[in-house]
T-cell receptor, first 110, second 114 residues
Framework: QKEVEQDPGPLSVPEGAIVSLNCTYS??????FMWYRQYSRKGPELLMY????GNKEDGRFTAQVDKSSKYISLFIRDSQPSDSATYLC??????????FGTGTRLLVSP | ETGVTQTPRHLVMGMTNKKSLKCEQH?????MYWYKQSAKKPLELMFV???????ENNSVPSRFSPECPNSSHLFLHLHTLQPEDSALYLC?????????????FGSGTQLSVL
């Protein structure tokens, strides 16, 4: 079983839609959770970072962690074509290496 | 120049060639990393350096040889690679080792081994 699992997509939505991207994880010791955005032919860039359970909001982006179900979500409101990218979730315990999911490809059509 | 810069952006090499990937960070960070990104696989951590000292080596084959001459520069020397080594190689840096909440990536080198 992979430590962090993501649906590879692609997920196709029209401009303006609310997007929900999700990951599950297996290691109950994970305390830190990240979402990275990776454009084609670029390296990943950190979008959101949360510690433990709860929600964190930054502009159109909301990250949500539910440790009881080991579920990580990223919501994008009013999605734009410029949001088209691959989104990677990642987690770590605080002492070991960062573990990534395989990424979900998002396509936002005008 | 700002951030993390990687050269070359693309590299095609035969299995008998020797080549090197270069990474430079302009963020004043103390830790640098090499990651491998293959299609449909999670990013794999290859090496971690802290202040020019290798602190982690994740069972990477010896045909990959890292070098960190100072805290701003990182190299990955490649020799006698296999076709399955074709991937995007990403360099990253953070203020301290394990400081993943401030992990910055370069744009990567897309490597093709023929």
């Amino acid at each position: 079983q992979k430590e962090v699992e993501q649906d590879p997509g692609p997920l196709s939505v029209p401009e303006g839609a609310i997007v929900s991207l999700n990951c599950t994880y297996s290691n109950s010791a994970f305390q830190y959770f990240m979402w990275y955005r990776q454009y084609s032919r670029k390296g990943p860039e950190l979008l959101m970072y949360t510690y433990s359970s709860g929600n964190k909001e930054d502009g159109r982006f909301t990250a949500q962690v539910d440790k009881s179900s080991k579920y990580i979500s990223l919501f994008i409101r009013d999605s734009q074509p410029s949001d088209s990218a691959t989104y990677l979730c990642a987690s770590y315990t605080g002492f070991q290496k960062l573990v990534f999911g395989t990424g979900t490809r998002l396509l936002v059509s005008p | 120049e700002t951030g993390v810069t990687q050269t070359p952006r693309h590299l095609v090499m035969g299995m008998t060639n020797k080549k090197s990937l270069k990474c430079e960070q302009h963020l004043g960070h103390n830790a640098m990393y090499w990651y491998k990104q293959s299609a449909k696989k999670p990013l794999e951590l290859m090496f971690v350096y802290s202040l020019e000292e290798r602190v982690e080596n994740n069972s990477v084959p010896s045909r990959f040889s890292p070098e960190c001459p100072n805290s701003s520069h990182l190299f990955l020397h490649l020799h006698t690679l296999q076709p399955e080594d074709s991937a995007l190689y990403l360099c990253a840096s953070s203020p301290e080792p394990g400081g993943y909440e401030k992990l910055f990536f370069g744009s990567g080198t897309q490597l093709s081994v023929l």
